[in-house]
């Protein structure tokens, strides 16, 4: 359950100044919303709010005269333009230039789009305005405006707070968590708890701020009624729409979550999602001729449509399957282990002893490439003279192997023209598949051939092979479960970096790959300068912000196959593969800066101390057998930043050459 004074404590500390010092919203503005809820608002009260703005009366009357509308004769009044327009119409032109002008005109560009972020407001708007005439609510309009201001929150973030909304997003661009996360982490408070309380203060309707404070929570346990959650879910639905549009608040790829209730509060067969989107997709052009946007066209659109989905349909879950009984022991014996490199290799020399076999190849399902991999052969290649693995594109496959895909059984791969290619790649004139499988999903396929002059392999062996190819497939899931369950924990849960036990790891495997193939690499130090003032001023959850700020952002400039760990406390530890001196301390100096800079960005929010760090770096070489030494020696290179002023780069090696 939100706190309300300490969602309010929290605003104050991310904006410049008081909330009460806040530009208001415009008195007229918070009128017309006020009288959405008004049942026995006419046109006299509507008019009346509009005449005591005379620059917004003007503007009002300039988009009434506009070709769009092709009224005949030219209309003078605003009581006159509500009659012909209706209330709705009116309203809703005034809302967008009160706070069109109020919020979206006013301040410097940046990284935070105004323009992108007030079609995207449109755009919610709209669509649900338009969700709610369907699921007949009482107040469409209503809802049309919480859709305006969904976001407001950000547009306060961008025009107040102590960090710009731009520089967040430039700073937080790179990190992987989600958009919420790294706002909470920069500002202490995300947007939506923004919105919410500034739209209070603002004395907004509590609709508005309701859907501002839930549009990406939880609300099912909300304590709302069930009108209350639908006027939610319409806005929440309406916002991933134009999400999939390609239309979101800002031009970053960060999905919206939606709730599974959001469907079932707003059934999609009741809203007639095609004629909404034509509907919406005709007003929004109309409405960004006379703010002079242009919107994406319809094939643009529906390029963005496709764009949305391929993105979604990249997610992949596992399945698990209950063990199948009557496997032989010689089988079973070598899935005890949960290392694919043992398991698999002893699984197939036992089905080489069984049955004789000569030749076994495991091969794997490669899902990005869409191809099947080989991973274990037997014999195995020689190593004097290593080849790539053989990989097959899925989508190119033909003849019998297609045949295994796609009924997951056993089949034998004869000569004739379609298996040709097959067949020549296993060199083999032919050859069994098996499919490998957990719970209804291919993981892979055996394959088993003998030499060209010797007896082909039976249909005899293939029942039993496929019982033994259901276990490795189990083997093969416990192996990815165990690996993903050994991932989870050995990450830092505050910084999602990698911790001590994944640290001592990689550093002992980087010491036999230098052992055997002379590979260099290069070990850092890396400390937050004075943390504890941090924590000491600004209490703990800020020092936990700026811990995550400081590991994004040596994620964000980290190549992927390096190591990043949090050593402990405020120290972080990185290890760079085939680096040389003037790479490592490139890399360090790099990453110093970019936490100063930073750093200076949050200035405001961390007023009297700087954000800056102290790197040292130490390359391996003969001096340094292990991990304890080579830690140790980068260990000493930190101290020395440290001793020596802070926010400095020192290498190891220019300390033994001093010594």
Not at 55 to 61: H, Q, R
Not at 226 to 251: H, K, R, Y
Not at 349 to 364: N, S, T, V, Y
Not at 401 to 409: D, G, K, P, T
Request: proline residues 6%; contains cysteine.
């Amino acid at each position: 359950m939100d706190d309300p004074d300490r969602n309010a404590q929290a605003v104050r500390a991310a904006l410049r100044g008081e909330v009460s010092e806040l530009l208001p919203a415009p008195a007229a503005a918070v009128k017309l919303l006020q009288l959405t809820r008004d049942e026995d608002a006419g046109v006299g009260a509507i008019s009346h709010v509009i005449e005591t703005e005379p620059a917004l009366a003007a503007k009002v009357l300039r988009i009434v005269n506009s070709a769009f509308y092709g009224f005949p004769r030219h209309i003078r009044s605003i009581h006159r333009a509500v009659t012909l327009l209706g209330l709705s119409a009116v309203r809703q032109a005034a809302l967008h230039l009160l706070f069109y002008e109020g919020l979206i005109q006013r301040g410097d560009k940046g990284v935070f789009d105004r323009l992108y972020f007030w079609q995207h407001s449109l755009l919610v708007a709209i669509l649900s305005r338009d969700m709610a005439e369907r699921l007949e609510h009482p107040d469409p309009d209503s809802l049309y405006a919480a859709g305006l201001l969904h976001d407001l929150g950000k547009m306060i973030l961008e025009s107040h707070g102590r960090v710009r909304y731009s520089d967040f997003l430039a700073a937080s661009s790179n990190s992987g968590n989600p958009v919420r996360e790294d706002e909470q982490t920069y500002f202490g408070v995300s947007h939506d708890t923004v919105g919410a309380v500034i739209g209070e203060r603002w004395q907004l309707p509590e609709l508005i701020c309701r859907v501002q404070r839930l549009h990406h929570s939880s609300f099912s346990d909300a304590g709302l009624t069930p009108l209350q959650a639908q006027e939610v879910a319409i806005v929440v639905l309406a916002d991933f729409i134009a999400w999939t549009q390609g239309i979101g608040s800002t031009n970053t790829r960060g999905s919206p979550a939606l709730s599974p209730d959001v469907v079932t509060l707003v059934p999609l067969e009741r809203i007639d999602l095609p004629d909404i989107l034509e509907r919406a997709d005709k007003e929004i052009s109309e409405i960004g001729a006379f703010y002079g946007l242009q919107f994406p066209s319809s094939q643009q659109l529906r390029a963005n449509l496709v764009s949305t989905v391929i993105g979604l349909s990249r997610a992949d879950s596992g399945h698990r399957a209950p063990m199948p009984a009557g496997s032989r022991a010689s089988y079973t014996a070598p899935h005890h282990s949960l290392d694919p490199d043992e398991f698999i290799p002893r699984t197939l020399e036992a089905l080489q002893r069984e049955f004789g076999i000569r030749r076994l190849l495991m091969m794997q399902i490669e899902p990005k490439r869409r191809s099947l991999v080989a991973t274990h052969a037997l014999p195995a290649p020689m190593s004097s003279n290593p080849r790539p693995p053989l990989e097959l594109a899925i989508l190119t496959l033909s003849g019998d192997l297609v045949r295994c895909l796609r009924e997951h059984r056993p089949t034998l791969i004869r000569e004739s023209p379609e298996n040709a290619e097959i067949l020549a790649s296993l060199e083999a004139s032919e050859a069994a598949v098996v499919p490998v499988m957990n719970h209804g999903r291919l993981l892979g396929v055996l394959c088993l051939s003998n030499g060209r002059d010797e007896a082909p392999v039976g249909i005899g062996p293939l029942a039993e092979v496929m019982r033994v190819a259901s276990e490795l497939g189990i083997a093969l899931e416990r192996s990815r479960i165990f690996a993903q369950e050994r991932a989870k924990a050995e990450i830092d849960p505050l910084t999602r970096l990698h911790n001590r036990s994944a640290m001592e790891r990689f550093l002992n495997q980087s010491f036999r790959q230098a052992a055997e193939s002379g590979r260099r690499f290069a070990v850092g130090l890396l400390d937050i300068d004075r943390f504890k003032v941090f924590n000491d001023s600004f209490g703990h959850q800020a020092g936990d912000d700026v811990l995550r700020i400081v590991a994004d952002t040596m994620r964000s400039l980290t190549r992927p196959g390096d190591f990043l760990g949090r050593y402990g406390g405020e120290e972080f530890l990185f290890v760079l593969l085939d680096a040389s001196e003037q790479t490592a301390l490139v890399y360090a100096e790099r990453i110093r800066k970019e936490i100063e800079r930073r750093g200076q960005m949050l200035q405001e929010r961390f007023p009297g101390h700087a954000l800056t760090a102290s790197v040292g770096v130490a390359i391996n070489d003969s001096r340094y057998p292990g991990p304890r030494e080579i830690v140790a020696a980068a260990d000493a290179a930190l101290y020395r930043a440290k001793e020596t002023g802070r926010n400095r780069v020192v290498p190891a090696w220019r300390l033994s050459n001093a010594s």
